[in-house]
């Protein structure tokens, strides 16, 4: 999550402080630019759940949330660009080496 917040290509990281879920939103806040983000992911594979030993990420805008108006979605800060990431087991150094080839 620290590596993350000090991402140029991330407006904003939600992350409790525990667990192993993290959801940024990319600084550009489009639907595109969150799919790229995901396309671009070699390690981390996109699932349509959360909760694996593989490091896994979610769309929540066309997955979890898909059946939500956009409205309802903006009110629950779900923006276009929200990805969730639940960290798997790899290594720690693989994942943080994935996700930020991704996000160059």
Known sequence: ASRLKENQ???RVHYPGQ???VSIELREDTRDAAFRFMDALRLC???TSLG???TSVLHPATASHRDFLPARR???GIVDSLVRISVGIESV????????????
């Open 93 to 104: 150094d693989d994942i943080i080496a994935d996700v930020e080839q991704a996000l160059a």
């Open 19 to 21: 667990g192993a879920l």
């Open 74 to 76: 903006k009110e629950l």
């Open 9 to 11: 290509n991330v407006s």
């Open 45 to 47: 594979v996109r699932s």
């Open 52 to 54: 694996d030993v593989f």
